[in-house]
């Protein structure tokens, strides 16, 4: 048997989850909310990393796709989810170190398809945090991201 205790559940707000119908003599421009689901949540703003230590890391390294000896490009994702718009760059944590020949194929060019400068750009941004986490040049103030996700 459960003992009682003194303390005292918080009282919770009651949830409205049955729409009830709205009178018809206040329905001419009424505006209609659903009851029965949640609002949406407002969509979170992009956050956007520039950092110029981080680009300068970058570049240091030697080419994550084909070992070209360094400086490489800092290759921007092209990719939407990474913040790239138009006449925006992705984010700075979302760029890979490319020698100027894949950074080229990856931006222009028409020897890759898309999924394969996709995939070119995805394997080599991963190898780019990993390669910059081992050499401790990753800025301490910039949160690392998962390069477990896709894209
Ligand atoms: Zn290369």
Same mark, same amino acid.
């Given at each position: 048997?459960? %003992? ?7 009282? /919770?707000?009651?949830?409205? @989850?049955?729409?009830? $119908?709205? $009178? ?6 009424? *505006?209609? =909310?659903?009851?029965? *689901?949640? =609002?949406?949540?407002?969509?979170? %703003? ?18 994550? #796709? ?7 490009? $800092?290759? #921007?994702?092209?990719?939407?989810? #990474?913040? %790239? ?12 170190? /490319? ?13 890759? @398809? #898309? ?5 070119? !750009?995805?394997?080599? !941004?991963?190898? @780019? *945090?990993?390669?910059?986490? %081992?050499?401790?040049? !990753? $800025? ?12």
């Amino acid at each position: 048997m459960l %003992k009682r205790s003194g303390f005292k559940r918080p009282v /919770l707000e009651r949830v409205r @989850t049955v729409a009830e $119908p709205i $009178p018809m003599h206040l329905r001419r421009n009424a *505006v209609y =909310a659903r009851m029965d *689901v949640p =609002a949406e949540p407002p969509i979170a %703003k992009f956050a956007y990393v520039r950092s110029r230590p981080l680009l300068n890391a970058i570049k240091a390294l030697p080419c994550q #796709h084909c070992g070209a000896s360094g400086p490489s490009d $800092p290759a #921007h994702s092209n990719q939407g989810a #990474h913040g %790239k718009g138009k006449g925006i760059k992705a984010s700075d944590v979302y760029v890979a170190a /490319l020698c100027r020949a894949d950074h080229n194929a990856i931006d222009q060019g028409s020897r890759l @398809t #898309h999924d394969e400068r996709v995939e070119l !750009w995805t394997n080599a !941004w991963r190898a @780019t *945090v990993r390669e910059l986490v %081992k050499r401790g040049t !990753w $800025p301490q103030e910039i949160p690392i991201p998962d390069i477990r996700r896709m894209n």
